[in-house]
């Protein structure tokens, strides 16, 4: 069991600015939770501290009950997919996909032939086993995304973390993505914390979302509890007037006209 929490967790850097606020959250085993909020609002830097790249000024994180907030990043067992690709231009695809597996070390260094296993593995999950020798420049967007994911997968980590890891990407390939992500989460389960401004995003992947405003939760439960039911003005103007326009524009967009009809002789 892998659940996440945060306990009256509190960000403040050396300006006196307050990013994050008494955040008390609580991420079960295997869901996938959103962190949902427009810019500013402390959802990456609530991943940041999560992660072990921010200290926490006060309060506590905790994993399966342990505190982590002493940890380094790298003994925390995370994976993180950030917004940029970050791979390395000079590697093919299985040498990027392997690197993380080589550079662990003592009780947790493996064998050569658990790498291989591990990254053929993850490669079929994510349909790139045609594409393990080449060079990240060989490849789409979308691959290079997916070789970013699967990077932070072959670890196999307690928790994965995303940071608007689709903002890269056009339309089209941002809808093939979210449906590989969900995919790839009801697969494998692994307990899963998201971070976007994208609404659609959120409404369609988590099974709960987090909704944040100015370093503080506004709302956490279902995604159409919070459509359905906004606990507040902020979560109604960010969340559901938002959907309700997009509605309103595509249903104008695709609605049928009483213009006058081209007649063909």
């Known amino acids: 069991m892998v659940s996440v929490k945060f306990e009256q967790v509190n960000k403040r850097y050396d300006d006196g600015f307050q990013a994050v606020q008494n955040l008390n959250l609580e991420i079960k085993d295997k869901e996938f939770l959103v962190l949902l909020g427009p810019s500013g609002c402390g959802k990456s830097t609530t991943l940041r501290m999560l ?21 380094p990043a790298g003994a925390r067992g995370l994976g993180m997919v950030f917004q ?3 791979l390395y ?37 994510l349909e790139l ?18 070789v970013a994911l699967g990077r932070a997968l072959v670890r196999r980590p307690k928790v994965l973390l995303m940071d608007e890891p689709l903002s890269n990407l056009d339309a089209e390939l941002r809808h093939q993505m979210r449906n590989e992500i969900r995919r790839l989460h009801d697969e494998l389960g692994t307990t899963t914390i998201y971070v976007t401004h994208d609404q659609i995003e959120a409404m369609t992947l988590a099974d709960r979302i987090a909704i944040l405003d100015k370093g503080e939760l506004q709302q956490h439960c279902a995604p159409m509890d919070a459509y359905h039911h906004p606990a507040n003005e902020f979560v109604k103007s960010f969340l559901c007037r938002h959907i309700d326009d997009l509605v309103t524009t595509a249903n104008s967009l695709f609605k049928p006209t009483d213009d006058a009809t081209e007649v063909v002789e």
Request: aromatic letters at 2%; glycine letters at 12%; hydrophobic letters at 35%.
């Open 129 to 146: 086993r045609e594409h393990l020798g080449k060079k990240p420049r060989e490849l789409s967007g979308g691959q290079r995304q997916r």
């Open 51 to 71: 992660a072990g790249l921010e200290d926490v000024t006060e309060g506590s994180i905790l994993i399966d009950g342990m505190k982590i907030n002493h940890l």
């Open 89 to 125: 231009p000079h590697m093919t695809i299985r040498g990027n996909l392997a690197f993380g597996l080589r550079m662990m070390k003592g009780t947790e260094k493996l064998a050569e032939t658990e790498i291989t296993a591990r990254v053929d593995e993850i490669a079929s999950l």
């Open 84 to 86: 940029s690709y970050a």
